[in-house]
């Protein structure tokens, strides 16, 4: 009882200064760091191609979260699998873990890039975009043009990481860029919007 | 491979003190329930003051980033509904996933019980979920904390908490002592 007493009493007295000792935190919680954004944008460490992408998700890269900022009846027409929608007025309203890699992208990734000035001004640091949305997830995963000049190794990689996400690589050089083996697949997409 | 590690010994660790202050007994804790028994809300309370106050001085002296935490977010409706069906369960089995967990390594057959219920739980709202989802994402309320509630200042509510807490520690202590 008397080693509770003590433990209760040093609580309250922890407790009743903690008003008078200041801020527990280290930094702002929020605003732009307009010279970190600006280092980000320069050295490309802002965004992550779709390609890139891809291989992230299919290996299965720990704590990899993919956000939708589109709307949420483009969300259901397609998605980038293991994407997950959080349309871009509802960001704010969010929480992000510190060890997680967020990915934005948007329909061509203008407003995936606002998005992550979003994030970056709440403080978010883990934070990339795709720059060309789902259209270059469409171009460069879904139907890549296998280079007629890539080596063997390349265009496997490339065929091989097309067909884990159900799409179709295309040839170079061939009629308006001929599918290589199966018929194509995945997603009529247009480019539309941001 | 290290994170699965603490997290294992962090678990171990949490079990085995549930098991010292006896929260491995269903009785017990629904007692809590009647007002017949106050160690589930003595736990609770010392658990949320040590951890309250850890934090706040860690922060102030510059060993934890406080940015860094992650906060989960507050989705209002869903989460009352979550807790009231959770507080059922809770009152109905006299355990919460934690004990269920203690009082099966403890040997009671309750423990298994509940552990079944709450895997039966998870199965049924992870099917369920894409018909349910979107009153799970209602009502939002972003990473809630009471500093953003009252408005008031970090240390402030730190000090509120810490008198709620203490007193209703010692009011339990004098009731306790008076039996």
């Known amino acids: 009882m008397r080693l509770a007493r003590r433990l209760g009493v040093s609580a309250l007295a922890l407790g009743l200064v903690a008003p008078f000792v200041g801020s527990p935190y280290r930094t702002q919680q929020r605003g732009l760091d307009l010279d970190a954004i600006a280092r980000a944008i320069d050295e490309g460490s802002d ?9 992230w998700i299919r290996d299965r890269r720990p704590g990899l979260r993919v956000i939708d900022v589109r709307s949420p009846d ?10 997950e929608s959080l349309p871009i007025d509802q960001l704010a309203r969010s929480s992000f873990a510190p060890d997680q890699t967020i990915v ?9 890039g606002q998005a992550w000035v979003m994030l970056r001004a709440l403080g978010v640091s883990h934070v990339l975009f795709v720059p060309g949305g789902l259209a270059d997830w469409r171009d460069d995963v879904l139907n890549p043009l296998l280079p ?32 290589a083996g199966a018929a194509q697949t995945g997603p009529g997409f247009r480019r539309r919007g941001c | 491979m290290n994170d699965l590690l603490v997290a294992a010994g962090i678990g171990v660790a949490f079990g085995w003190a549930l098991e010292c202050v006896g929260l491995g007994d269903p009785p017990k804790l629904a007692g809590q329930f009647y007002l017949r028994d106050f160690t589930v809300l003595k736990v609770m309370l010392s ?24 906060v989960p977010e507050t989705y209002l409706l869903p989460q009352l509904v979550g807790g ?11 355990l919460c996933p934690g004990t269920s967990c203690v009082a099966l390594a403890s040997g009671r057959i309750e423990g298994a019980a509940t552990m079944l219920g709450l895997f039966a739980g998870v199965l049924f709202i992870g ?9 799970y994402r209602s009502t939002p309320r972003g990473p809630l904390t009471l500093q953003l ?25 004098k009731r306790e002592a008076a039996r």
Request: proline share 5%; hydrophobic share 50%; charged share 15%.
């Open chain 2, 127 to 135: 099917l369920a979920f894409p018909a349910i989802e979107p009153f």
């Open chain 2, 84 to 94: 009231l069906v959770f507080g059922l369960g809770f009152v109905l089995s006299g």
């Open chain 2, 149 to 173: 509630v009252t408005g008031l200042p970090y240390g402030v509510v730190v000090a509120l908490v810490t008198a709620v807490g203490v007193s209703t520690l010692a009011w339990i202590a």
């Open chain 1, 74 to 83: 483009q969300f259901r027409d397609y998605a980038i699998p293991t994407a």
């Open chain 1, 104 to 112: 934005l992208y948007s329909q061509e990734g203008a407003h995936a």
């Open chain 1, 47 to 55: 965004h992550v191609t779709a390609r890139q992408l891809a291989e």
């Open chain 1, 148 to 179: 007629a000049d890539g080596s063997p190794a390349e265009r496997a990689r490339i065929a091989e990481l097309s067909r884990y996400f159900g799409g179709s690589p295309r040839i170079e050089g061939s009629q308006g860029g001929e599918v």
């Open chain 2, 47 to 70: 658990a949320m003051l040590t951890a309250m106050l850890g934090i706040f001085w860690a922060g102030r002296l510059g060993m934890l980033d406080l940015g860094a935490l992650y």
